[in-house]
Nanobody
Framework: QVQLVESGGGLVQPGGSLRLSCAASGSIFSINTMGWYRQAPGKQRELVATLTNSDTTNYADSVKGRFTISRDNAKNTVYLQMNSLKPEDTAVYYC???????????????WGQGTLVTVSS
């Protein structure tokens, strides 16, 4: 079975930086797209950034120029470097993997458990 495990959340002051990591565990053959979504209190989950296995990126307008997504395919890991953080970036950040081929089967969409990022002075 494939699982996504996130790490790297925490409390940071406005203007600060954090780096999130998400590793996919299991016998994985390929992952088409990995990405990050976030959900702030009282709001719907929204896309932050995605990265395909052909290096196509997609960013929410609100994070362009501040966040950078990257992945290590050999480790089945995706990262989110977040710079110039703002209080409105406060949310639970969820890792996502789409179209996963693994020894245990094929998975359309997988989610991590979420990691909390709080931007506050």
């Amino acid at each position: 079975q494939v699982q996504l495990v996130e790490s790297g959340g925490g409390l940071v002051q406005p203007g600060g930086s954090l780096r999130l990591s998400c590793a996919a565990s299991g016998s994985i053959f390929s992952i088409n797209t990995m990405g990050w979504y976030r959900q702030a209190p009282g709001k719907q989950r929204e896309l932050v950034a995605t990265l395909t296995n052909s290096d196509t990126t997609n960013y929410a307008d609100s994070v362009k120029g501040r966040f950078t997504i990257s992945r290590d395919n050999a480790k089945n890991t995706v990262y989110l470097q977040m710079n110039s953080l703002k209080p409105e970036d406060t949310a639970v950040y969820y890792c996502n993997a789409d179209r996963v081929r693994a020894g245990s089967g094929w998975y359309g969409r997988l989610w991590g458990q979420g990691t909390l990022v709080t931007v506050s002075s």
